[in-house]
């Protein structure tokens, strides 16, 4: 156990529509990150926040947006969802800004299908 | 730039032989380097990592890998495979300057009886 939750781990939903996904970072972790991780593109860099604030941008469409509140949980926000939006999400945690040092600490994901 | 190029998307050994998961980095600073495992419908965890000290590093469950900086290769091995280590293996490159990573496409080790 990673100490890192993500919710809902499963999610079936239609096209056009709005889902929200949730991660609580690793207790002390200030750092979570959100990738995606499709059969096709492999595992895609989305979007890092450090205590409450945007600390690196990736492949992150315009519809999708992200936020870290003051209690350091993260929600990953999809809207106008598009088939291709089907894929795994994971949010990852670690203790600092900076990686390069550390690890990252992997929730188990979850499992978006747009029909 | 930095890049991860991972040479094989798919090995197959039997258990009790050797395992070798090959990877290069490309970067134009001194690297970190890591190796991740992903298990079926699992996070991904850290197997371990490289950030200049000792040239070969162990992690968990037998696993090494060498940094060669001649070659540009951080290839992962390990003696002897067991049936758990069938898995997804990712190798990821960060530069220390950018503080980016980036993942390799992976590679899906399938582990025969």
């Known amino acids: 156990d990673s100490g890192v939750t993500q919710t809902p781990k499963h999610l079936i939903t239609a096209t056009g529509q709005r889902v929200t996904l949730r991660c609580s970072p690793r207790?002390?972790?200030?750092?979570v990150y959100w990738y995606q991780q499709s059969l096709d593109q492999g595992l895609q860099f989305l979007i890092q926040?450090?205590?409450?604030?945007?600390?690196a941008k990736g492949n992150i469409l315009e519809r999708f947006s992200a936020q870290q509140f003051p209690d350091l949980h993260s929600e990953l926000n999809l809207s106008s969802l598009e088939l291709g939006d089907s894929a795994l999400y994971f949010c990852a945690s670690s203790l600092h800004g900076t990686v390069n040092t550390g690890e990252l600490f992997f929730g188990e994901g979850s499992r978006l299908t747009v029909l | 730039a930095q890049s991860v190029t991972q040479l094989d998307s798919h090995v197959s050994v039997s258990e009790g032989t050797p395992v070798l998961l090959r990877c290069n980095y490309s970067?134009?600073?001194?690297?970190?380097l890591f190796w991740y495992v992903q298990h079926p419908n699992k996070g991904l965890q850290l197997l371990l990592k490289?950030?200049?000290?000792?040239?070969l590093v162990k992690g968990i469950n037998g696993f090494e890998a060498e940094f060669k900086k001649s070659e540009t290769s951080f290839h992962l091995t390990k003696p002897s495979a067991h049936m758990s280590d069938a898995a997804e293996y990712f190798c990821v490159v960060s530069d220390r300057r950018d503080d980016k990573i980036i993942f390799g496409k992976g590679t899906r080790l399938h582990i025969l009886p």
């Open positions: 207790s002390g972790d200030l750092s």
């Open positions: 970067s134009s600073y001194s690297p970190s």
């Open positions: 490289y950030t200049s000290a000792a040239t």
């Open positions: 926040y450090y205590n409450g604030e945007e600390r």
